[in-house]
């Protein structure tokens, strides 16, 4: 029997999918995305290098809480990204309170641009400074079936 490259393919988001809600869990490095409560598609993450929840700016460390998508960028220095809003009302309070910023520009993204060969290595570790990252392909589906109000969940 030839060798074949089945076990690495991964289930593809169905072209006409539309998400109307996102929940990641970070410890399991894990993003589900949903369609009227049924789940669409689960991804494997990387998040950033900061371990806990993200407070202030140039912590490293991924949000947690509620948020809503905000923005697409077909532009960016990585391959396409969903904004997030963060930060939240309270991510904004808890900061102030410490006299520090909490930062901003949490995306969704896929790899830096000109690295896309690197592909699903980018999972052996943490890399981002709080952004979750895919592959670029993850985020090509993402980015075409996510509509800008979706709801996200970051969790511990």
């Given at each position: 029997?030839?060798?074949?490259?089945?076990?690495?393919?991964?289930?593809?988001?169905?072209?006409?999918?539309?998400?109307?809600?996102?929940?990641?869990?970070?410890?399991?490095?894990?993003?589900?995305?949903?369609?009227?409560?049924?789940?669409?598609?689960?991804?494997?993450?990387?998040?950033?290098?900061?371990?806990?929840?993200k407070h202030f700016e140039g912590d490293k460390k991924t949000p947690e809480g509620k948020?809503?998508?905000?923005?697409?960028?077909?532009?960016?220095?990585?391959?396409?990204?969903?904004?997030?809003?963060?930060?939240?009302?309270?991510?904004?309070?808890?900061?102030?309170?410490?006299?520090?910023?909490?930062?901003?520009?949490?995306?969704?993204?896929?790899?830096?641009?000109?690295?896309?060969?690197?592909?699903?290595?980018?999972?052996?570790?943490?890399?981002?400074?709080?952004?979750?990252?895919?592959?670029?392909?993850?985020?090509?589906?993402?980015?075409?079936?996510?509509?800008?109000?979706?709801?996200?969940?970051?969790?511990?």
């Open positions: 029997m030839p060798f074949t490259y089945h076990f690495y393919l991964e289930e593809k988001l169905p072209l006409k999918a539309k998400i109307d809600k996102i929940i990641i869990i970070k410890h399991e490095h894990k993003m589900y995305v949903y369609s009227k409560e049924e789940l669409l598609k689960t991804y494997k993450i990387s998040m950033g290098r900061g371990k806990g929840k948020y809503f998508i905000d923005s697409k960028n077909p532009r960016s220095s990585f391959h396409l990204n969903l904004g997030i809003s963060y930060p939240n009302k309270d991510d904004i309070k808890y900061a102030k309170k410490s006299g520090k910023s909490p930062g901003g520009l949490i995306k969704i993204h896929g790899l830096k641009n000109g690295l896309g060969f690197i592909g699903k290595f980018h999972r052996l570790f943490d890399w981002t400074r709080g952004c979750i990252a895919v592959t670029n392909y993850e985020i090509e589906e993402l980015y075409r079936a996510t509509p800008i109000g979706t709801p996200i969940i970051i969790k511990k």
